[in-house]
């Protein structure tokens, strides 16, 4: 069957947003599947493998987005006003890729219930951080930003800010927030 793997993956999904990864059993999982055990196993081999597949999946498609290249010709950089249309761009693309996956991401940023996870989220912050650090080295090279900051420190403030926002969306109850005027307000604050 070729929807079985996706089929389990789904049904993992929402119990691990349900329950947490210690409480879920390989039992819920495939009670929501409508599979057996034995169908489980020919994909996972535990209910810590299909979590991380789950999460790994979900960090890569949200670090293609984080690690999007603003500048793509050196020789042509676009002007200040196309950077930061760039930048609010990614950003929006971002934080609404967070609101579509919500669940999954408040387990990630929770550690997925499990310490075990933590490595998880720690590795992508790593990662978010090197991109905001180089955007800004970028940016004071080409005169976007003052060249009189110490870029450590500030990709660590914007990274930490950058974590909050995504905290309050997937703990946000109810509709969609106007993401555009998040980032819009999140670029000012960096700017």
């Known amino acids: 069957d070729p929807n079985l793997r ?7 999904e929402a119990e691990f947003a349900r329950r947490g990864v210690d ?8 009670a929501r599947a409508h599979r057996s055990k034995g169908a489980f196993y020919q994909y996972f081999t535990s209910k810590e493998d299909i979590f991380r597949q789950l999460i ?14 603003l500048v793509t010709d050196e020789k042509h950089p676009p002007t200040r006003a196309e950077f930061l249309a760039l930048w609010l ?6 934080f609404d890729f967070i609101w579509a996956n919500r669940d999954l991401v408040r387990l990630i940023l929770r550690g997925g219930y499990s310490v075990a996870f933590a490595d998880l ?3 992508f912050a790593k990662r978010t951080y090197h991109m905001i650090l180089e955007s800004l080295e970028w940016g004071k090279e ?5 060249r009189d900051f110490h870029t450590h420190q500030v990709a660590l403030m914007i990274a930490g800010a950058y974590d909050r926002l995504a905290r309050e969306l997937v703990d946000s109850d109810g509709n969609r927030p ?4 998040w980032c819009q307000e999140a670029q000012s604050f960096v700017l």
């Open 178 to 181: 106007n993401l555009r005027h």
């Open 89 to 94: 761009q990614r950003d929006e693309d971002i």
């Open 23 to 30: 409480a879920t059993r390989i039992d819920d999982i495939v």
């Open 142 to 146: 080409h005169h976007v930003y003052r």
């Open 121 to 123: 989220m720690d590795a």
């Open 6 to 12: 996706i089929e389990l993956l789904a049904a993992a």
């Open 56 to 69: 790994e999946g979900l960090l890569a498609r949200l670090g293609a987005l984080v690690s999007r290249t």
